[in-house]
């Protein structure tokens, strides 16, 4: 079903932009999560809106505005940090149901009188299996041990008065807190992420049960408002489009492309970033399209601004510098008004624009501040919802269905020394040999992997023989993800025929003598190796 999902509003942070006539039923209070956007998505997806604001915002919003329950999200400070975030004390004035997850939970906890431990490391890191008291209103309808997702160095010790234990896990005592009387609730995982199953239920219950309050959100089709607002905005105005032939920037660019028609230009940078064979598919898929396709040549001066630097941020930051350049002057010979992107809610997150968490990444193409206005339409997306999309529109299979390939490319797959065009050149051996072979085997497909990474520790050499001679290169790295939204994901684990088969395959090449394989589970590692 695809979810017409408002632009989030720079002023307020709230999602009330389109709906200024009614006010969402459910505020959720940001407390520096990766996830806060994910407990959005998962409301609406329930049939329920709400509105995501800054611990400093909630407070002046909750004096103007009674909504009928509160959630706090979770959060990378410590509750005993100096600076940690701290929800506005009128969340507790409100006499509403609130539901405090992770920090939210602990800071509750804090509040209320309870302990509080901070430990250093982490007490839970992924998934945990806790047995719930499924007569307490939250866990209506679950089983009595169910599995969930955690991530949590600090632990509640001491429950303040009046509350009690409603769930725990092996490890962990006070996996879930009640507090009936004064309508609180905690959990110290992530209900809202799609590695606790039974997540959505649990949101549900407190939403629907608890709160009870009633649906409010249709789904609507984003197709047609995204066409909608183009037209009424700007198809009098040249627009450039930034295009990398992947499911995001293709499937904007279809979507742009009836509305604007000759005043759409499509833009691609070729920073010696791609894979084996890209450039052609990127042309092609234009061309099915039916859009002006203009390709950028700046792969000579990535390369040389990138000379002695190794720092990933900092190649990012190189990778944005020459990429913004590119643009600007694209923009500057088409005349255009309008750049749009195909930025996900995931690109936002990670580099810290939206949802108050954390710098994890900075994305190449946020906060570049073009001259142009810009306009990011996928910017409260997901990628399984832009896939839906792009079904919807009618682009063939194997777009729909195509892995991610980040903005920067195999430049991040180049870690730990100087990204050179000989190793970007092994990277790219490599990267077609494993897909070659899963291909062969009918494994390179959505249902196996979500998207492969082969990258290369190219600051890490170690010492192999070949042809009786000593070697001294770098390892390739083979990783393959399966994730629904790329804020959680497993490592896929390959039978060992077939990673011998990749071993063997790709030590043919005169400078790969060792391979290794990363199937370690997101968090605590990314997708990409930087
Ligand atoms: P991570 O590594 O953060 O990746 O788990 C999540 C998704 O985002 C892609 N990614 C990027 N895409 N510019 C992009 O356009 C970037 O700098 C970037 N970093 C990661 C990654 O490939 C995965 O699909």
């Not at 940001?30 to 800054?54: C, M």
């Not at 991040?412 to 051996?429: N, P």
């Not at 249902?447 to 001294?472: F, I, N, W």
């Amino acid at each position: 079903m695809l979810q017409s999902l408002p632009m989030i509003n720079k002023n307020t942070g709230s999602e009330t932009d389109n709906m200024e006539e009614s006010i969402p039923k459910i505020l959720i209070v940001d407390l520096g999560s990766q996830y806060t956007q994910v407990i959005a998505r998962s409301l609406r997806e329930l049939g329920y809106r709400s509105a995501i604001l800054t611990d400093k915002r909630a407070e002046q919003w909750l004096t103007l505005h009674r909504p009928e329950a509160i959630i706090l999200s979770g959060g990378h400070a410590s509750v005993s940090d100096f600076e940690a975030p701290k929800p506005p004390t009128n969340v507790w004035e409100q006499d509403l149901p609130v539901l405090g997850i992770c920090y939210g939970m602990q800071y509750m906890v804090q509040h209320f009188g309870g302990l509080v431990k901070h430990k250093r490391g982490h007490a839970e890191y992924g998934p945990a299996s806790i047995n719930v008291d499924d007569s307490d209103g939250l866990f209506i309808s679950l089983d009595k041990r169910e599995k969930v997702w955690a991530s949590h160095g600090d632990t509640v010790q001491e429950l303040p008065e009046g509350f009690k234990a409603i769930a725990g896990s092996d490890a962990y005592q006070n996996a879930a807190i009640s507090n009936e009387e004064r309508k609180l609730w905690g959990v110290q995982f992530h209900p809202e992420v799609s590695h606790t199953p039974n997540g959505k239920k649990i949101l549900k219950n407190f939403i629907a049960s608890i709160a009870n309050i009633k649906e409010d959100w249709e789904p609507v089709d984003i197709i047609e408002q995204i066409q909608r607002e183009t037209r009424e905005g700007f198809s009098d105005k040249k627009t450039i489009i930034g295009f990398s032939g992947g499911v995001d920037s293709t499937t904007l660019t279809a979507i742009l492309a009836p509305v604007l028609a000759k005043n759409l230009l499509a833009v691609c940078i070729d920073a010696g970033q791609f894979r084996l064979n890209e450039l052609e598919q990127i042309q092609n898929t234009i061309n099915a399209i039916g859009v002006q396709l203009k390709i950028i040549d700046a792969e000579e001066e990535l390369l040389e601004k990138l000379k002695g630097i190794t720092d990933a941020q900092k190649k990012r930051s190189v990778f944005r510098e020459v990429y913004k350049a590119a643009f600007d002057k694209s923009i500057a010979e088409f005349g255009a008004e309008i750049i749009a992107q195909g930025s996900l809610a995931t690109d936002f997150i990670e580099s810290g624009a939206i949802g108050g968490g954390e710098v994890i990444k900075t994305h190449h193409n946020i906060g570049l501040d073009f001259v142009s206005e810009e306009r990011h339409p996928f910017r409260n997306l997901f990628k399984y919802e832009v896939r839906a999309l792009a079904k919807e529109i009618g682009l063939p299979d194997y777009l729909v269905s195509r892995e991610p390939f980040p903005g920067p490319g195999l430049i991040l797959r180049v870690v730990g020394a100087d990204v050179s065009k000989e190793r970007l050149d092994i990277v790219r051996f490599a990267d077609k040999t494993v897909r070659d072979i899963l291909e062969k085997h009918d494994l390179l497909n959505a249902e196996t992997l979500s998207q492969l990474v082969v990258y290369m520790l190219a600051g890490s050499p170690v010492v192999g023989v070949k042809g009786d001679a000593r070697v001294y290169d770098a390892p390739i790295v083979v990783r393959a993800l399966k994730t629904v939204d790329f804020m959680t994901g497993d490592g896929v684990q390959f039978p060992a025929e077939l990673r011998l088969e990749m071993t063997l395959t790709l030590t043919k090449h005169p400078h790969i003598s060792r391979v290794l394989f990363d199937e370690t589970p997101k968090p605590p590692a990314t997708t990409e190796p930087e």
